[in-house]
Structures are given as structure tokens and as C-alpha cells.
């Protein structure tokens, strides 16, 4: 369907085809390829059909960064709440999250971490979001007995390593990662994981990626 077609049909397209077209521009080419025009070339829309959808370019980047929210604190913070029988299940479970697909979209959070540095407003909302999922972690290491000193660096070795890994874009292969999760849980907790409860990481993580092909 071309632009003209669209206008003489009347389609417009959906918000959450708006949505997902924005959220693209914004992983592939950083907010400012988040335009009204270009996104309406590539839907086949015409431009005004955007406006029964959202009042501007800024409610689709509040948008954009509600999703943001969605798809990378959220699962994070239920992570930490996840059922665990050990203090080392508990950190594989969040490292699931930073491992496993379609979890911690690890892309829009680079992209929204560039966004940050060009938009006070934008990395307050990265900042409170840092220091949400931080006091998650903290919150789960007291839980399995760290004292609130303790939690609080521990938390802070966790997550500023994976937060390094996606501002870094350190590409490792999933053999390279899981053969080194377990020294990372060892020296994030203190404790060495059981070969059951890796085994059952392992294969989860395989699981999940080879779903994702």
C-alpha cells in the first residue's frame, strides 16, 4: 500500500505499530532517526494519520521510554523477587535475565543510555531507573544474609558489570558467557553454585536462545 493509497483507504496504521516502528529508529539509529515522516514512509501511513495516536514527536518518546522501563527495570526487579532455594540460585535467576533473550532488551538500553547524554530529562529517568534496580539487588542480598554495607557493593558489582557489558557492547558468544557465570556468581555472592542448579541454568539459557533462531 503506498502513502497516497493509505490516505484514500483511510488507514492509519495502530499506536502499537507506531510504537513498535519508533522503538526500531530509536535501537538502530538513536532518537534523532525518531521522526514522524520517515516512520510514516515506513509504515505506508500518511504523516497525520500519527496524530490519532499520539499529540506529538514527545508523547511518542515518553512512550518509547515507557517501554524502556517495561522491557529492561521491570524484569529486572522481579528477577530479584524470583523464587530461589539458594543465595546462588537467587543470582543465577537475576543473571538469567541478563543472559536469556526477550528478558532485558539490552539493545533499548544502550539506545536509551545515549539518548540520556544528550537529554537532562532523559538521564534523570536513567538515573532513578539505576537506582531502582540497585536497591532491588541490595534488597535480595540482605535477604539471603549479606549485611546492608555488604549488599549495597555487592548489588553495585553486579549491576555496573552487566550495565558494562551493554555500554561497552562487549560481544562474547553464549559458550564464552556460561562458561564464566560461575565464577561471576562466586564472586557476586560469595558462595560457589552447585553443578545441579547450573546444569539447570545452562540449560535454560540454551533453551531460550535456541527458541529465539
Known amino acids: 500500500m503506498t502513502q497516497a493509497d493509505a490516505a484514500e483507504t483511510g488507514w492509519r496504521g495502530s499506536r502499537e505499530g507506531w510504537l513498535e516502528a519508533g522503538y526500531r529508529a530509536l535501537i538502530e539509529g538513536g532518537v534523532d532517526a525518531v521522526r514522524i515522516l520517515p ?9 497525520t494519520s500519527f496524530y490519532w495516536f499520539f499529540d506529538d514527536r514527545e508523547a511518542l518518546l515518553a512512550a518509547l521510554l515507557a517501554g524502556w522501563e517495561d522491557r529492561t527495570t ?18 543465577l535467576n537475576v543473571l538469567a535475565c541478563f543472559l536469556a533473550p526477550d ?9 536509551v543510555r545515549s539518548w540520556a ?11 532513578a531507573a539505576d537506582e531502582q534496580r540497585l536497591a532491588a539487588l541490595a534488597r535480595m542480598m540482605t535477604l539471603w544474609g549479606h549485611s546492608a554495607p555488604e549488599a549495597d557493593i555487592r548489588a553495585r558489582t553486579v549491576y555496573l558489570v552487566q550495565i558494562g557489558y551493554i555500554s561497552m557492547q562487549a ?7 556460561l562458561a564464566r557465570i560461575s565464577i561471576y556468581v562466586k564472586i557476586y555472592t560469595g558462595q560457589e553454585p552447585g553443578p545441579r542448579e547450573l546444569a539447570r541454568f545452562e540449560a535454560g539459557i540454551r533453551r531460550a536462545h535456541d527458541q529465539r533462531r
Open 39 to 47: 516512520l510514516a514512509r515506513q509504515l505506508k501511513v500518511s504523516r
Open 103 to 111: 528478558m532485558f532488551d539490552s539493545r533499548l538500553e544502550f539506545a
Open 74 to 91: 521491570a524484569p529486572l526487579i522481579a528477577a530479584t523477587k524470583q523464587y530461589a532455594e539458594s543465595m546462588t540460585e537467587a543470582m
Open 171 to 177: 560481544v562474547e558468544d553464549i559458550d564464552t558467557r
Open 117 to 127: 547524554l544528550q537529554d537532562a530529562a532523559v538521564a534523570a529517568r536513567v538515573e
